[in-house]
Structure formats: structure tokens, C-alpha cells
């Protein structure tokens, strides 16, 4: 699928206590300035305060699944579903199950999927996506998209391990693997 490490290359710090955070926390603290302010534009961004829980997990969760980071979408995958994601809406954004994305569900697909692509919404996604949004939410869900890229990317560089609790991909999921941009000529 891609060439994340097998096992961490960078190791959790030790858990104090019983109910250790997730390895993603314990990754990042080995640079605490840098996880104070990963912390805070993540609890921000799925604070709920400006997009709903759902339509924020569709984003995640497909960003997650085209950027390969199985420990994000199994994290989200958790979430998705306590915010009202079912099973196989869960699976669909894996491009397994079947089912259509009524319009809007399906424009944030197509957001992420422009996102991870070329790097920018197309304007037939952006016409329907304004349609329902508003400026202030159409930059979150812009910079929603474009941080879970970067934690995608930093977890399958890290190679931070799932937890064991943590689900897997969909059984029957290919994650997509990015092709390499065309050099600049």
C-alpha cells in the first residue's frame, strides 16, 4: 500500500498510570511544544463548534483511508460511529460497500478526494459545497482536511503502532496509494 514502517521508528513515551493516552500523544511527546499546539488545533477542529460531528468524521475518515493511515482511520472509525456513521457508511469511505452519497455527504468526499489529489476543491465541489456552507465553515473544513493529511502523514512516517483495541481496516479495503507528483520540468 505504501511504505509506512512495520514497527515504530519512533517510540511512544512510557505510559504513567493505568489508562495510558493513545500512542499517537505519547508519540508526540517527545516534543512538547510541538504537541501543546498539535493538541490545541485538534481539539479546535473536533470541538464541534463549528461543523457538525458527522460531516467532520466523513472528511476525516476519508482523508485518513486516501493518505493510507490505517491508525487514523481506525481512531475515527470509533468516532464516526458515535456521531451517527454507520457500518457501511464507514466502509463506503474506504471505496468498499455499496451505496451512493446523497449531495452533500458526496461533496465532502469529492473535498477530500480533490485535497489529497491535486490540492485544491474544483469548483463544481466548491459550487455545492457552498451551497450549504458558509465562508467561516468552508475554512474549517478546508483546514480540517488538510491537518488530518498531516497527521496522516506523520503517523505513517512515525509509524505509530495501533492500539490494540483500535479497529483495523474495512475487511474488504485497498487503501489507495498516492502516485508520485510529476517532477516540475
Not at 515504530?8 to 505510559?15: K, L, T
Not at 489508562?19 to 488545533?41: M, V, Y
Not at 470541538?47 to 457538525?52: M, Q, W
Request: charged residues 25%; hydrophobic residues 40%.
Amino acid at each position: 500500500m505504501n511504505d509506512a514502517p512495520r514497527h515504530p521508528r519512533i517510540e511512544p513515551v512510557p505510559a504513567d498510570g493505568d489508562d495510558p493516552p493513545l500512542n499517537i500523544f505519547r508519540t508526540l511527546a517527545h516534543n512538547e511544544a510541538l504537541s501543546k499546539g498539535f493538541r490545541r488545533l485538534g481539539a479546535h477542529l473536533l470541538g464541534g463548534e463549528v461543523l457538525p460531528a458527522r460531516e467532520r468524521e466523513i472528511v476525516i475518515l476519508r482523508v485518513g483511508w486516501r493518505c493510507g493511515s490505517e491508525y487514523e482511520f481506525g481512531q475515527h472509525h470509533v468516532i464516526g460511529s458515535s456521531v451517527g456513521l454507520t457500518a457501511d457508511e464507514i466502509a463506503r469511505l474506504a471505496d468498499c460497500g455499496s451505496g451512493d452519497w446523497d449531495e452533500g455527504d458526496g461533496a465532502l468526499v469529492a473535498l477530500a478526494d480533490e485535497l489529497c489529489d491535486v490540492d485544491v476543491v474544483s469548483e463544481d465541489t466548491w459550487r455545492t459545497l457552498s451551497t450549504r456552507w458558509t465562508d467561516a465553515e468552508l475554512l474549517e473544513l478546508l483546514v480540517l482536511a488538510g491537518f488530518y493529511r498531516m497527521v496522516s502523514g506523520m503517523l505513517n512516517s512515525a509509524g505509530v503502532a495501533l492500539e490494540p483495541q483500535t479497529p483495523r481496516w474495512p475487511d474488504a479495503a485497498a487503501p489507495v496509494r498516492r502516485a508520485p507528483r510529476d517532477e516540475p520540468s
